[in-house]
């Protein structure tokens, strides 16, 4: 475990609720890149797999939390997407 790979996913994560609260008031897709977001869910299910294959503790707990909070992000993008349309 590294102190820094902690603090990254602390800052990272805590970035993620107020990108998710921005998705839900907003109803609205403007501001929001799907390819950026699919990239950093990658990111994190990388740094999952690596924690899994090479170095098992407890930071996979933050990868996960954080990955999960993108996939949510994710799908309000497409909910938000099919408001637009409507």
């Known amino acids: ?9 602390v800052c ?3 970035a993620w609720p107020v ?7 907003s109803r609205t897709t403007g501001g929001k890149s799907l390819f950026f977001l699919i990239i950093i869910a990658i990111g994190y299910i990388s740094g999952t797999i690596h924690k899994i294959l090479f170095s098992l503790d407890w930071v996979m707990v933050l990868y ?18 099919k408001l637009e349309h409507k």
């Open 19 to 25: 990108s998710i609260y921005k998705s839900i008031k």
């Open 1 to 9: 475990m590294s102190v820094f790979e902690v603090i990254m996913l």
């Open 12 to 14: 990272f994560g805590s």
């Open 64 to 81: 996960i939390l954080n990955f999960c909070m993108v996939a949510f992000d994710i799908m309000l993008y497409f909910r938000n997407k």
